[in-house]
Each structure stands twice: as C-alpha cells, then as structure tokens.
C-alpha cells in the first residue's frame, strides 16, 4: 500500500549498517475493498531515530 501511495519517494523501514542500505520490510497488503479504504499510510521514524529499535513502523489510517 505504501508504495502504491507514494509511488515517486524512496524511503525505508530499515537500514543496515555500515553502508545505509536501505530495505522496505515493514509491509501493509490489502484487498481491493480494503485498498479503497485507506487514506494515508506512512513510516514513523520515532522510535528508530531514538534508538529504541532498528525499524521504523509502517503506519496505515483506514477510513470507515
């Protein structure tokens, strides 16, 4: 779902280090009913930029 709502942007839920190579593999699939329904979906960095983990969470909002 990310992707196919930012189609042009690279970004990441994790990356290795050393070398920053960067990996998607924090993943939202949905059928098409469910697809429609989803208004925005983004990574939260929070946790990973504070230390607390090595990914960052991929965030979906789902309309009613």
Do not use: K
Not at 24 to 32: E, K, N
């Amino acid at each position: 779902m990310w992707r196919s709502l930012h189609p042009d942007v690279r970004e990441y839920s994790w990356f290795s280090r050393p070398g920053d190579n960067g990996f998607r593999l924090d993943c939202v699939y949905a059928g098409p009913d469910l697809a429609q329904r989803i208004r925005f979906c983004a990574f939260d960095h929070a946790p990973c930029l504070a230390g607390e983990t090595d990914h960052s969470g991929l965030v979906p909002v789902v309309s009613d």
